[in-house]
């Protein structure tokens, strides 16, 4: 048998099909081994039907049945359009992915003659989208004064071996709101699974009984709110109890509200991916001079790559660079925060 993995706004695996292989042992099947497909090599070809019941509401826990809006194309490729209650998504029919664009663009795409029957129509509204200083946003929620006054959600779960304490922003602006959630419902399932794991000594090196409670929990920090993004810290703890101490970790979540995408090392950088040797290095020089890393002979414009420089804040004239506890230092210094002014960036 097979089940898809569909994309996650959270990104955290990649969307593929996992074929699983069982095998009958003593009247009883068994889980054998199974293997993943990438939709490279085999695209999901996706309907409505396979997305219809796909949604899960974190907040209630329940299954939210989709309501079939639209069939569209983009760049050559094609988006299914559903509405799951107050929340609409859009995904590529051929590996489940998210289509952050405005659907009023795909407009252009109409026969010529209902184009401008449509443009008549709604002849108000684009000029009145065009004279706004936040064009391009969806659902005109990107006023910075809204999002200031987000709302904080808590969700506890304190069961006999198990406590999650996690806490996260609501804007109440669905573009932003939506990934948020994802993430949030998506670490939360995979701490359980893994806690579960961890009692019945599943997990590789743990004897069944080495641990007996789990804790987790993540909470936030809004780092910047500005009219053209938002900016925001996930710190993750994760205690053993019995443990000498618990593990934190740092996820970080930059939202373009011009461009209603997140925003990446390669935007920060202004597409020049060639200034990321230069980043590395004076990323490095830093780190000595705080004396979090010792000096070294080694070459520093290759000491960290792209990826290691992803994880990061900004605000209205700075980026933040974090490293995870134990990455670049000891333990004590937990998460190690480098800043850099947009200044410096630009001189790299």
Do not use: C
């Amino acid at each position: 048998m097979s089940t898809l993995r569909l994309a996650t706004e959270a990104e955290y695996d990649p969307p593929e099909t996992i074929v699983l292989d069982y095998v009958k042992e003593d009247e009883k099947w068994k889980l054998a081994g199974y293997q993943t497909i990438s939709t490279e090599e085999e695209p999901f070809n996706l309907t409505f039907e396979d997305l219809q019941y796909s949604f899960t509401d974190y907040e209630t826990g329940k299954v939210i049945e989709g309501e079939f809006v639209d069939e569209i194309e983009h760049d050559g490729e094609n988006y299914l359009v559903i509405k799951y209650g107050e929340y609409q998504m859009v995904r590529n029919v051929k590996d489940s992915t998210f289509g952050y664009f405005d659907l009023e663009d795909n407009s252009e795409k109409q026969p010529e003659e209902d184009q401008k029957e449509d443009q008549k129509e709604e002849k108000t509204d684009v000029e009145k989208e065009a004279s706004s200083s936040n064009e391009g946003v969806p659902s005109g929620k990107s006023d910075e004064k809204e999002l200031l006054n987000y709302e904080t959600i808590t969700k506890e779960v304190d069961e006999d071996h198990l406590k999650f304490d996690v806490s996260y922003p609501k804007f109440s602006y669905e573009a932003l709101d939506q990934p948020i959630l994802s993430y949030v419902k998506e670490m939360l399932e995979e701490e359980k699974t893994y806690a579960e794991e961890l009692f019945s000594g599943k997990i590789e090196g743990i004897e069944k009984g080495s641990y007996d409670e789990y804790e987790f929990s993540i909470s936030f920090e809004v780092s910047s709110i500005t009219e053209s993004f938002v900016s925001v810290e996930f710190l993750e703890y994760r205690y053993h109890v019995g443990s000498a101490h618990g593990l934190h970790y740092s996820k970080t979540f930059n939202y373009d509200l011009k461009n209603n995408r997140e925003i990446t090392l390669k935007d920060v950088l202004n597409n020049d991916m060639s200034k990321v040797k230069e980043l590395s290095k004076a990323t490095y020089e830093k780190l000595v001079e705080d004396e979090i890393m010792l000096p070294s002979d080694g070459d520093a414009a290759k000491m960290f790559a792209e990826d290691d420089l992803s994880t990061f804040t900004l605000s209205e004239d700075s980026l933040v660079i974090h490293f995870q506890q134990y990455e670049v230092g000891s333990g004590a210094d937990g998460i190690v925060k480098v800043p850099f002014t947009f200044q410096e960036i630009e001189e790299l």
